[in-house]
């Protein structure tokens, strides 16, 4: 069973960058598909991007394209977000999720009901 633990987030002011990270004490996560959400006070949790396991193909929600880069390292142990350009927009709490179904499209890849396992969530704040 995963225990995934993000990191990275905290307070940055509007176009600022910061990097989550995601791991499970080295645990080799190559065979999961890996998605960051994020949920804000009073709304629903989102996908914010989202990579395969088979291809390492990758989705971004429309709001963060060209701002946030999923990846992961060459281990395969740690995924990355990172997050560029930050907006007051951005502030939630950020959780990375994975599940070991072979997931490629992003109605499949980017869902959250198809997650088995969640981290305990991070906050990003973008504040001035």
């Known amino acids: 069973q995963l225990r995934l633990v993000e990191s990275g987030g905290g307070l940055v002011q509007p176009g600022g960058s910061l990097r989550l990270t995601c791991t499970d004490s080295?645990?080799?996560?190559?065979?999961?598909?890996i998605g960051w959400f994020r949920q804000a006070p009073g709304k629903e949790r989102e996908a914010v991007s989202c990579i395969a396991s088979t291809d390492g193909r990758t989705y971004y929600a429309d709001s963060v394209k060209g701002r946030f880069t999923i990846s992961r390292d060459n281990a395969k142990t740690t995924i990355f977000l990172q997050m560029d350009s930050l907006q007051p927009d951005d502030t939630a709490t950020y959780y990375c999720?994975?599940?070991?179904?072979?997931?490629?499209?992003?109605?499949?890849?980017?869902?959250?009901?198809?997650?088995?396992?969640w981290g305990q969530g991070n906050q990003v704040t973008v504040a001035s």
């Open positions: 999720a994975a599940d070991p179904n072979i997931m490629t499209v992003a109605t499949q890849l980017c869902t959250r009901y198809n997650y088995r396992y």
């Open positions: 080295g645990f080799n996560l190559a065979t999961y598909a």
